[in-house]
């Protein structure tokens, strides 16, 4: 299976830029897609494709990256973006989620 | 508005069988495959099941952790799939998620809790 590292958590200031990054084990062309994920809720979809921006998403965020690495970036953080961010891979089956970058504000 | 709940988690014992059920509605389901993605308390995300639409057959993956234990399946007719985990294991205990389509996972259910205990 394709596996996907993310750091574990980050801390940042609200209105700084914060960057989450996601290596996979193996090409993942551009299928990669990133979800946010609050304490006791459902995770929702933040980026697909990479780089695509999901309906009703903050344009505060965005997404880069092919093949190997990617990368989620949120500028400016805001105190709601208080979260676990995953990324999951959908090139190769079975799809993967990385295991979580818990985000915390400083 | 698109729906997703999931119903039928609970607490079992070891060795025990369930089976989950996931209503939808606001989408045209015969469209769409169907997910089920789990999560253990405190960790993160695993995919468990992929049944495609009529277009695919029904066809349906499975985890490699999980394949011999769990049956996914769909009712065009009332909008829904289903999940049937059996020989239920302490490790299975999670949050067990409805999600709709090939990925991304767009939308997803609040989740069902499974717990496997004695």
């Known amino acids: 299976d394709t596996v996907l590292t993310q750091s574990p958590a980050l801390a940042v200031s609200p209105g700084e830029r914060v960057t989450i990054s996601c290596r996979a084990s193996?090409?993942?062309?551009?299928?990669m897609h990133w979800y946010q994920q609050k304490p006791g809720q459902q995770p929702t979809l933040l980026i697909y494709?990479?780089?695509n921006l999901e309906s009703g998403v903050p344009a505060r965020f965005s997404g880069s990256g092919s093949g190997t690495d990617f990368t989620l970036t949120i500028d400016p953080v805001e105190a709601d973006d208080t979260a676990t961010y995953y990324c999951?891979?959908?090139?190769?089956?079975?799809?993967?989620f990385g295991g979580g970058t818990k985000l915390e504000l400083k | 508005e698109v729906q997703i709940l999931e119903t039928g988690g609970g607490l079992v014992k070891p060795g025990g069988s369930l089976r989950l059920s996931c209503a939808t509605s606001g989408f045209n389901f015969n469209d769409y495959f169907m997910n089920w993605v789990r999560q253990a308390p405190g960790k993160g995300l695993e995919w468990v099941a992929q049944i495609r639409n009529k277009n695919y057959n029904y066809a349906t993956y499975y985890a490699e952790s999980l394949e011999g234990r769990v049956t996914i399946s769909r009712d065009d007719s009332k909008s829904s799939v289903y999940l049937q985990v059996s020989s239920l294991r302490a490790e299975d205990t999670a949050i067990y998620y409805c999600?709709?389509?090939?990925?991304?996972?767009?939308?997803w259910g609040q989740g069902t809790l499974v717990t496997v205990s004695s």
């Open positions: 193996e090409s993942v062309s551009t299928l």
């Open positions: 494709l990479a780089s």
């Open positions: 999600t709709r389509g090939g990925s991304p996972f767009a939308y």
């Open positions: 999951q891979q959908s090139w190769n089956d079975p799809p993967t």
